[in-house]
């Protein structure tokens, strides 16, 4: 059940009690959860924070229409919840990542970054990297790591690297639980020990440049169909990031040239 709750716990309750907020869960009220099945058409729906049982946060469409008699001194009410968490999540990321994208004021190596920021705070993974790969050769461009273990100029054996099975997947994929999965008897399970992985190919003008990816040594709740789509767009934009810079470079590159002649 989405607020983990079970029907008699909640029947007389506070709807208060099902808030996030902790004042409002405290604040008295006339509004109570109750048994009633005659409804209304539901009012427009509005975003609102809550909790779960467990403790857990998530923000909900919530719909609430009146049962009954709506001329009652307490009428009561039914509300219908939908978690809109991971819509609410990538529409927030979206945005930044457009912001970082236009900047003008951010150089290429701190879009870049930032980038890698983005995708290590929606999917709730701690490291983030972007790979340059030629041959079998695996480079490390940047990365985030809590613990500083990775760092940028690093190189590894491609297929010592789960990002040997994005590569050949052609496009972003994900695990949740490596442990589960036949990647575990793959070299790159006992290198790095990754238990939760999404991933995606950079592609610079049609042409392979490596990989994008985020990861984590401890599974985690299976990954959505949009955090592999958004993993795609991240990818794209600094692939797109990497065509400008390559260009601005190579006209650096012939002014210099020019000048010498």
């Known amino acids: 059940a989405l607020f983990e709750y079970d029907a008699d716990t909640l029947i007389g309750q506070p709807l208060a009690m099902l808030d996030a907020d902790t004042p409002a869960r405290d604040r008295p009220g006339h509004d109570r959860i109750d048994a009633a099945n005659r409804v209304t ?5 509005h975003i609102r924070a809550y909790r779960s049982a467990r403790g857990r946060l998530f923000d909900g469409e919530t719909r609430r229409g009146i049962l009954g008699d709506d001329t009652a ?6 509300m219908i919840v939908r978690d809109v968490s991971e819509r609410i999540a990538i ?3 979206t945005a930044r990542l457009h912001d970082v994208a236009s900047s003008q004021h951010m150089g290429f190596d701190e879009r870049v970054h930032e980038m890698l920021r983005i995708g290590c705070d929606l999917f709730e993974l701690p490291i983030g990297v972007l790979s ?8 490390i461009v940047d990365v985030i ?6 760092a940028a100029g690093s190189l590894f054996d491609l297929r010592d690297t789960y990002c040997a ?3 050949a997947a052609g496009g972003p994929i994900a695990y949740h639980d490596v442990s589960r999965h036949e990647i575990r008897h793959q ?3 006992a290198t790095f020990g990754l238990e939760s992985y999404i991933g995606s190919p950079v592609w610079v003008d049609a042409e392979l440049y490596g990989t994008l990816c985020f990861s984590s040594t401890v599974p985690r709740r299976p990954f959505p169909a949009q955090h592999l789509q958004f993993a ?3 990818a794209q934009w600094l692939g797109h990031e990497l065509a400008r810079r390559a260009d601005y470079l190579a006209l650096c590159e012939t002014r210099d040239r020019l000048r010498v002649a």
């Open 232 to 234: 795609g767009l991240i």
């Open 73 to 78: 001194d307490q009428p009561l009410t039914l």
């Open 145 to 150: 790591h809590p613990d500083d273990g990775l």
């Open 187 to 189: 070299s790159c399970y």
């Open 165 to 167: 099975s994005t590569l």
């Open 41 to 45: 058409p539901p009012h427009q729906p």
């Open 132 to 139: 340059h790969i030629k041959g079998e050769t695996y480079e």
């Open 91 to 93: 529409d927030r990321a």
